[in-house]
């Protein structure tokens, strides 16, 4: 299948195809990366990348697309200890400095996961940097992407750019965890209404994250949520996040609850992967 982005297409599957493959390339390093792009996608694409936060600006003649990677799945205990910790542990913040005043905009109240804010801060002045030089080169849509933590992003850089006056086209996520708690969603959500679809498998455990703060429970998912499979099971996840709640106190998660944890999750980890998403698409 030749993938093709269709400009005055919104919420297309083609769309989604073609930028689900853009997330997906954003895990190949540098010059693997940017042979795949031009062969797969026909995009002259660059990579961005400071300490693990990467992200790829791209473009043709017709598009400019902005991919962010994400963060590989867990595969083991430890591995899936350190993932729920480290999301159980982040704050609701609004950060300091320009990056704060641009966030400051979506209003009285709205709070973001200080490691998804400080992650975009890390590479937001390269990405912004090459997506202007882009535009000055030629205007053309814009489109942004991201799978996992990469999706997260994908919803930052978009805000951002808006706050720079740059137009942003279209946003698809994939997989992508809570950015922020009710208002910081209510101003994302107005500011794309009609521009932003955010893929989910239902058997995927990460768009659950942040499962379960252990400083408020008050993240939220931006609109438009666009399902992809059948829930294999009912009430699992429910149950799990009543255990984590009861059993991790001051960021320690028992031996026993972790194990109950690991039994519940580990078969539905594959479902995060981007080529499962690549594959429920069709």
């Known amino acids: ?34 042979a795949a792009y ?43 200890k350190d993932w729920l910790l480290t999301n159980a542990m982040n704050l609701l913040v609004l950060p300091q400095g320009r990056l704060g005043t641009d966030l400051a905009a979506a209003g009285v109240g709205a709070r973001f996961h200080q490691g ?5 801060g890390i590479v937001w002045d390269d990405v912004y940097s090459m997506v202007n030089s882009a535009m000055g080169e030629s205007e ?22 808006i706050r720079k006056m740059v137009n942003v086209h279209q ?21 794309f209404k009609g521009k932003l679809f955010r ?25 438009e949520e666009r399902i992809l499979g059948a829930q294999e099971s009912e009430g699992g ?14 960021g320690v998660i028992n031996a026993t609850l972790l194990e109950t944890i690991w039994d519940s999750v580990q078969g539905r980890v594959a479902a995060h992967g981007m080529d499962y998403y690549r594959k429920l698409l069709g």
């Open 237 to 250: 996840e429910s149950q799990l996040e009543w255990s984590l709640a009861r059993g991790v106190v001051d």
């Open 140 to 161: 053309r849509p814009l489109w942004i992407t991201g799978h996992s933590l990469g999706g997260a992003l994908a919803l930052f850089a978009g805000w951002l750019c």
């Open 116 to 120: 998804f804010a400080d992650a975009i």
């Open 1 to 34: 299948m030749t993938l093709v982005l269709h400009e005055d297409a919104f919420g297309d599957s083609r769309n989604a195809q073609f930028l689900a493959k853009a997330a997906e390339l954003a895990y190949l390093p540098s010059e693997e990366g940017k």
């Open 171 to 191: 946003i698809y996520t994939f997989g992508a965890p809570m950015i922020g708690n009710q208002a910081a969603v209510t101003a994302f959500n107005r500011e």
């Open 199 to 223: 893929y989910v498998n239902m058997n995927d455990p990460v768009p659950r994250l942040p499962m379960y703060s252990l400083v408020a429970n008050e993240f939220a998912h931006c609109a």
């Open 38 to 80: 031009l062969a797969e996608l026909g995009l002259v694409a660059n990579l961005i990348s400071v300490h693990n936060t990467q992200a790829w600006v791209g473009s043709d003649q017709y598009n400019i697309v902005v991919a962010f990677r994400g963060t590989e799945s867990p595969d083991k205990i430890e591995g899936l």
